[in-house]
C-alpha cells in the first residue's frame, strides 16, 4: 500500500484538534497535538486516544496514568501548529494551569477532559490509551477544524445553541 496515498485518504476524514497532555514522574508537564481522540462510553465514562510510540511524551502516558484531552478553539490553530513541532519547548509563554489530577490544562480550550489511564493496547506504530474520565468541562463552541491536511472554521450561521 502507498503510504503517501494512505495518509491522503484518512486526511478525508474531518476531526477536531487536541492537545493531549500529561506529565512525566516530577511532574513536568508534556503535550502534543492529537485529532485520535474519540469519546468511546458514557457508562462508565471513558475516551480512547491513539499516541505515536516515537512521541516525546510516550513515557509519560506509562509513568503518570493520567492525561487531559484540551479541545482547541478556532483562535487556536498556532497552539496547534506548536504542539505538533517536534523539538521546542511547548509551555513557555503559554497560558495553562495544573487540574487537579496534575495535568496540563490550556486556557481558551473549549473544553477540557480529565483521565486516568486504565489500559494501554498496541496498535501497530501507536498505542491506543483508553481513558476514564474524571472531570469533564465545556466553554466554548467555536472548534479548530482539520479536514484534508489544513485548518478550517465552522461558517458562523452554523452555530445554534
Ligand atoms: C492535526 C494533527 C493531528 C495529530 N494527531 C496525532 C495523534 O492523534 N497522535 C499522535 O501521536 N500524533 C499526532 N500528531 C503528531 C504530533 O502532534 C507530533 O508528532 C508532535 O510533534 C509530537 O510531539 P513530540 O515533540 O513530543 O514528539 C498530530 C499532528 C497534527 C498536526
Sequence with gaps: MDLQELRRVMGHFATGVTVITTMDKAGTPFGLTANAFTSLS???????ICIDKTVQCYSCF????VFAVNVLSE??????????????EKFSGIKW????????LLDGAISTIE???????????????????????????????????????????????
Design 115 to 161: 483521565c486516568k489511564v486504565v489500559h494501554g493496547y498496541d496498535g501497530g506504530d501507536h498505542t491506543i490509551y483508553l481513558g476514564e474520565i474524571v472531570r469533564a468541562r465545556c466553554s466554548g463552541d467555536r472548534p479548530l477544524i482539520f479536514f484534508k491536511g489544513q485548518y478550517h472554521r465552522l461558517p458562523q450561521h452554523n452555530l445554534r445553541s
Design 75 to 88: 483562535d487556536q490553530e498556532e497552539l496547534s501548529r506548536r504542539f505538533a513541532t517536534k523539538g521546542i
Design 97 to 104: 494551569h495544573r487540574s487537579e489530577v496534575g495535568v496540563a
Design 42 to 48: 458514557l457508562n462508565p465514562p471513558l475516551v480512547l
Design 62 to 65: 506509562e509513568e503518570s496514568k
